[in-house]
């Protein structure tokens, strides 16, 4: 049940037991320790808590021996005890933690049994879907209870004198708790739908590949100035043809990601790395498609301090390994890190110069593929020679007989240039790791991971757990959902498979909204902004489910630049560049946008008019990075949105800024809208069909 801001999930015959109120947030296992009432619970029956760990798992089996009123009532008596001798303090924990065995349980059994085996036994795959679904919820609405009751012990305790960066610290946690709750929310409404709009008896799937496992426990370092929590945003207004829509609209199953991570270790021993920064960070993509012909490392090196004072806090550099393409996607000697852009030591000394600058360079991870450079016995580009990674044909996957591959099936989404890396080996693995540790010796801060629909996301987290970077994202790029050449209104599940992955990562890396630039270069090119909020009143990208996982773009080398597969339309970078700039997430300005595409003297009539072009968006871009800075908006900041309509979208950002987007005349002033502390806006950037307001006195 979900009304007036209370949830309570009650599944007693599998043992799941969940509640939360007040508050709507985000998941993580880890802080569902066994202390408090639970610890007492746990230490008042001793030797018996392994049988009392059973006791439930048998309750929750169904199974036809399973005494279930005994078991129900040894746990009630448990909780009882518990809730008695401590008012309640940590009952949470102790849902969560069942919720916690419920999972466990509904996870290995959907692992190890295929659809036919789930019919024979008289169980559709849907109705397990929203069972694990359900139970995952339930842990996350226990960890946001854990984390506002320790808040508000925490501010009772502090009293006046409070330590104000600890209060920031655990609000900062409460918003993640928040948004990660609003996540398992929308897995859970996904799951719904896909039972009932599905056939009531499908044919029979081959044998379902395993999930990977919920998220441990991500800490982001908290925004050093106090945010205000997310509050739930009220129902925009939105026209007529949007309604129709939402009514009409298919929507497609999404895909459910069922890989086990690399590597599993119990919750209690996982390292904890952010991998998210600090949620602050503004950065650029430091290249483009073209980059590699301009001595690119020297090149930048020369623009190191505009990009300082442009304000980016981060650099993402194209891949620098030894590649068969001059772009660096193609990679043949990872180690040689002589390539089309520049030498190693014109690379280390580009990385050293941002780092003057207090600025974190990220490293282009492309480890889906890799050019063979000798042929097999077999006769197959399969064999590397030479170096630490001399690879044989068992490092590649075995499903594209071109290779040879020797290694196990592909795990995800093949990619037919080149041999694919099979990340199940663990010399493939460990040698990758000592890579990326050595990389990490020239100074890169994090990591960009290339092609992550290609291999399982548990493997990104080993390889973040073994280098503890800074940041990491993914590149998650699958096209939108779309009905007769027409994008749907409904993107939950494309913006789902995207958090997916983040979650396999343990959510220790963010990945890129595609959802969001696919959703806004749509709305705004068609006059069509009633689609930037989707039914609950949110945005409809990754942002508006688990914003401090979302990087935001509206292009990048592959999409924009000289390939063009999917371009924002350029009539409206400005007006894409003011929602990315003020609202959660972590924008990644495109190079293209703000500094001149060819540096080095080109002059053809396409650069011309890009270098043009770069120099009208270039105003408009900073004035927004400015602001954005100025009042402290970040990854996690709330939205409240108050106008989605065809011309027109209009929302206040922490209660800091009123954004407006569209043609439409609008003006906050003449709405009542006030800002915090009840001030009135005041006009501070605007540019084609946008303005930005701020408080007066700001």
Same mark, same amino acid.
């Given at each position: 049940?979900?009304?007036?801001?209370?949830?309570?999930?009650?599944?007693?015959?599998?043992?799941?037991?969940?509640?939360?109120?007040?508050?709507?947030?985000?998941?993580?296992?880890?802080?569902?320790?066994? =202390?408090?009432?639970?610890?007492?619970?746990?230490?008042?029956?001793?030797?018996?808590?392994?049988?009392?760990?059973?006791?439930?798992?048998?309750?929750?089996?169904?199974?036809?021996?399973?005494?279930?009123?005994?078991?129900?009532?040894?746990?009630? /008596?448990?909780?009882?005890?518990?809730?008695?001798?401590?008012?309640?303090?940590?009952?949470?924990?102790?849902?969560?933690?069942?919720?916690?065995?419920?999972?466990?349980?509904?996870?290995?059994?959907? #692992?190890?049994?295929? &659809?036919?085996?789930?019919?024979?036994?008289?169980?559709?795959?849907?109705?397990?879907?929203?069972?694990?679904?359900?139970?995952?919820?339930?842990?996350?609405?226990?960890?946001?209870?854990?984390?506002?009751?320790?808040?508000?012990?925490?501010?009772?305790?502090?009293?006046?004198?409070?330590?104000?960066?600890?209060?920031?610290?655990?609000? +900062?946690?409460?918003?993640?708790?928040?948004?990660?709750?609003?996540?398992?929310?929308?897995?859970?409404?996904?799951?719904?739908?896909?039972?009932?709009?599905?056939?009531?008896?499908?044919?029979?799937?081959?044998?379902?590949?395993?999930?990977?496992?919920?998220?441990?426990?991500?800490?982001?370092?908290?925004?050093?100035?106090?945010?205000?929590?997310?509050?739930?945003?009220?129902?925009?207004?939105?026209?007529?043809?949007?309604?129709?829509?939402?009514?009409?609209?298919?929507?497609?199953? +999404?895909?459910?990601?069922?890989?086990? @991570?690399?590597?599993?270790?119990?919750?209690?021993?996982?390292?904890?790395?952010?991998?998210?920064?600090t949620g602050r960070e503004l950065l650029l993509q430091g290249f483009n498609w073209e980059s590699s012909k301009h001595s690119w490392w020297r090149t930048l090196a020369g623009q190191v301090e505009a990009i300082k004072k442009d304000g980016f806090t981060g650099v993402w550099l194209p891949p620098c390994s030894q590649s068969l393409s001059e772009q660096g996607y193609m990679p043949t000697d990872l180690w040689n890190l002589n390539s089309r852009y520049g030498s190693e030591s014109e690379l280390r000394d580009l990385i050293s110069a941002?780092?003057?600058?207090?600025?974190?360079?990220?490293?282009?991870?492309?480890?889906?593929?890799?050019?063979?450079?000798?042929?097999?016995?077999?006769?197959?580009?399969?064999?590397?020679?030479?170096? =630490?990674?001399?690879?044989?044909?068992?490092?590649?996957?075995?499903? $594209?007989?071109?290779?040879?591959?020797?290694?196990?099936?592909?795990? +995800?989404?093949?990619?037919?240039?080149?041999? $694919?890396? &099979?990340?199940?080996?663990?010399?493939?693995?460990?040698?990758?790791?000592?890579?990326?540790?050595?990389?990490?010796?020239?100074?890169? #801060?994090?990591?960009?991971?290339?092609?992550?629909?290609?291999?399982?996301?548990?493997?990104?987290?080993?390889?973040?757990?073994?280098?503890?970077?800074?940041?990491?994202?993914?590149?998650?790029?699958d096209s939108c959902n779309y009905t007769d050449s027409v994008l749907d209104y409904d993107q939950d599940s494309h913006r789902l498979q995207t958090l997916d992955w983040c979650e396999a990562t343990g959510g220790r890396a963010s990945a890129f909204d595609f959802t969001t630039k696919g959703i806004l270069q749509d709305a705004l090119r068609k006059n069509e902004r009633w689609r930037l909020a989707d039914p609950e009143g949110r945005p409809p990208g990754t942002m508006g489910l688990w914003p401090s996982r979302a990087v935001t773009i509206?292009?990048?080398?592959?999409?924009?630049? %000289?390939? /063009?597969?999917?371009?924002?339309?350029?009539? /409206?970078?400005?007006?894409?560049?003011?929602?990315?700039?003020?609202?959660?997430? %972590? @924008?990644?300005?495109?190079?293209?946008?703000?500094?001149?595409?060819?540096?080095?003297?080109?002059?053809?009539?396409?650069?011309?008019?890009?270098?043009?072009?770069?120099?009208?968006?270039?105003? @408009?871009?900073?004035?927004?990075?400015?602001?954005?800075?100025?009042?402290?908006?970040?990854?996690?900041?709330?939205?409240?949105?108050?106008?989605?309509? +065809?011309?027109?979208?209009?929302?206040?950002?922490? &209660?800091?800024?009123?954004?407006?987007?569209?043609?439409?005349?609008?003006?906050?002033?003449?709405?009542?809208?006030?800002?915090?502390?009840?001030?009135?806006?005041?006009?501070?950037? %605007?540019?084609?069909?946008?303005?930005?307001?701020?408080?007066?006195?700001?």
């Amino acid at each position: 049940y979900y009304h007036s801001g209370k949830m309570q999930i009650m599944n007693m015959n599998r043992g799941a037991f969940a509640t939360s109120r007040g508050v709507t947030s985000h998941c993580s296992r880890r802080p569902m320790a066994l =202390k408090g009432p639970l610890g007492l619970m746990h230490r008042k029956i001793g030797s018996s808590k392994v049988a009392l760990r059973n006791q439930v798992r048998v309750a929750a089996s169904g199974r036809p021996d399973a005494n279930l009123d005994e078991s129900l009532q040894l746990v009630k /008596n448990m909780l009882e005890e518990a809730s008695n001798q401590h008012m309640g303090d940590s009952m949470h924990a102790i849902y969560g933690a069942a919720a916690a065995l419920e999972s466990d349980r509904l996870q290995e059994l959907a #692992d190890r049994t295929s &659809d036919e085996q789930l019919y024979s036994m008289g169980v559709e795959p849907s109705s397990l879907d929203v069972e694990l679904a359900a139970a995952k919820l339930s842990m996350a609405a226990g960890h946001l209870a854990s984390v506002e009751r320790e808040l508000s012990a925490l501010r009772i305790s502090s009293g006046a004198t409070g330590d104000a960066s600890a209060i920031s610290a655990m609000e +900062g946690a409460r918003r993640e708790a928040q948004s990660a709750l609003e996540y398992r929310w929308g897995k859970m409404a996904h799951a719904l739908w896909t039972r009932v709009s599905q056939p009531s008896r499908p044919p029979p799937k081959a044998p379902r590949d395993s999930q990977s496992t919920a998220p441990a426990a991500a800490t982001v370092d908290a925004p050093t100035e106090q945010a205000p929590a997310p509050t739930a945003a009220p129902t925009p207004a939105v026209d007529k043809k949007a309604e129709q829509l939402r009514r009409e609209g298919q929507k497609k199953e +999404g895909k459910e990601p069922r890989v086990p @991570p690399a590597s599993k270790q119990d919750p209690e021993d996982e390292v904890q790395c952010t991998a998210c920064g600090t949620g602050r960070e503004l950065l650029l993509q430091g290249f483009n498609w073209e980059s590699s012909k301009h001595s690119w490392w020297r090149t930048l090196a020369g623009q190191v301090e505009a990009i300082k004072k442009d304000g980016f806090t981060g650099v993402w550099l194209p891949p620098c390994s030894q590649s068969l393409s001059e772009q660096g996607y193609m990679p043949t000697d990872l180690w040689n890190l002589n390539s089309r852009y520049g030498s190693e030591s014109e690379l280390r000394d580009l990385i050293s110069a941002f780092h003057q600058q207090g600025i974190k360079v990220f490293a282009d991870i492309v480890i889906n593929h890799r050019c063979a450079n000798l042929q097999g016995p077999d006769g197959k580009w399969n064999t590397w020679s030479g170096g =630490k990674m001399a690879w044989d044909a068992t490092a590649i996957c075995s499903n $594209n007989p071109d290779y040879g591959g020797r290694g196990n099936p592909k795990q +995800g989404d093949e990619f037919g240039a080149a041999p $694919n890396i &099979d990340h199940t080996q663990d010399f493939v693995r460990r040698d990758i790791i000592e890579w990326m540790q050595y990389l990490q010796s020239y100074g890169f #801060d994090g990591w960009r991971f290339d092609f992550v629909r290609g291999w399982p996301g548990g493997y990104a987290k080993e390889y973040i757990e073994h280098t503890n970077p800074y940041m990491a994202f993914g590149e998650y790029w699958d096209s939108c959902n779309y009905t007769d050449s027409v994008l749907d209104y409904d993107q939950d599940s494309h913006r789902l498979q995207t958090l997916d992955w983040c979650e396999a990562t343990g959510g220790r890396a963010s990945a890129f909204d595609f959802t969001t630039k696919g959703i806004l270069q749509d709305a705004l090119r068609k006059n069509e902004r009633w689609r930037l909020a989707d039914p609950e009143g949110r945005p409809p990208g990754t942002m508006g489910l688990w914003p401090s996982r979302a990087v935001t773009i509206l292009d990048n080398h592959d999409t924009g630049s %000289t390939q /063009n597969h999917w371009p924002f339309p350029s009539k /409206n970078i400005q007006e894409g560049y003011a929602y990315i700039l003020t609202h959660p997430g %972590t @924008p990644c300005v495109f190079y293209d946008h703000l500094y001149s595409a060819y540096p080095s003297g080109e002059r053809s009539l396409d650069s011309l008019r890009k270098e043009r072009s770069s120099r009208k968006l270039r105003k @408009p871009i900073h004035d927004l990075i400015e602001l954005r800075s100025k009042h402290g908006i970040h990854a996690r900041s709330s939205v409240k949105i108050l106008e989605a309509t +065809g011309d027109l979208y209009a929302a206040v950002v922490d &209660d800091k800024l009123v954004v407006k987007l569209g043609p439409a005349e609008w003006d906050p002033q003449a709405k009542g809208i006030q800002l915090g502390g009840g001030k009135q806006p005041k006009l501070a950037v %605007t540019g084609f069909q946008f303005s930005v307001w701020e408080a007066a006195d700001a």
